[in-house]
Nanobody
Framework: QVQVEESGGGSVQSGGSLRLACKAS???????????IGWLRQAPGKGREDISC???????TYYAESVKGRFTISGNAKDTVWLQMNDLTPEDTGNYSC??????????????????WGKGTPVTVSG
């Protein structure tokens, strides 16, 4: 079993930046090797969007078109993945959650390959 916890959300003005963190923990989790970690978001009244993913199975990353060039995913390969979000707009407002997949690879619909999810951290962009 893997526990997933997000942090770093908050309120920011348009054009601002935030850095989200996703920490994975568990009794048998000593590294993120062979795992994929993805960030998803859900805006009020809208569906889920799979926005970014990093896979330590094949050292690949994925970005949705809506965030490409503005968001950067990175990690320490041990227990934490970050999502650096720059040039934020009100359309980026939503609840950002993290998911972890055992043996999963990143793709445009990586949600379906994930096994563990956090509760999310809210992001509000105004202006």
């Amino acid at each position: 079993q893997v526990q997933v916890e997000e942090s770093g959300g908050g309120s920011v003005q348009s054009g601002g930046s935030l850095r989200l963190a996703c920490k994975a923990s568990g009794r048998n989790l000593d590294s993120l090797r062979y795992y994929a970690i993805g960030w998803l978001r859900q805006a009020p009244g809208k569906g889920r969007e799979d926005i970014s993913c990093i896979s330590y199975s094949d050292d690949s990353t994925y970005y949705a078109e809506s965030v490409k060039g503005r968001f950067t995913i990175s990690g320490n390969a041990k227990d934490t993945v970050w999502l650096q979000m720059n040039d934020l707009t009100p359309e980026d407002t939503g609840n950002y959650s993290c998911a972890v997949g055992d043996g999963t690879y990143c793709s445009s619909s990586f949600y379906y390959g994930m096994d563990y999810w956090g509760k999310g951290t809210p992001v509000t962009v105004s202006g």
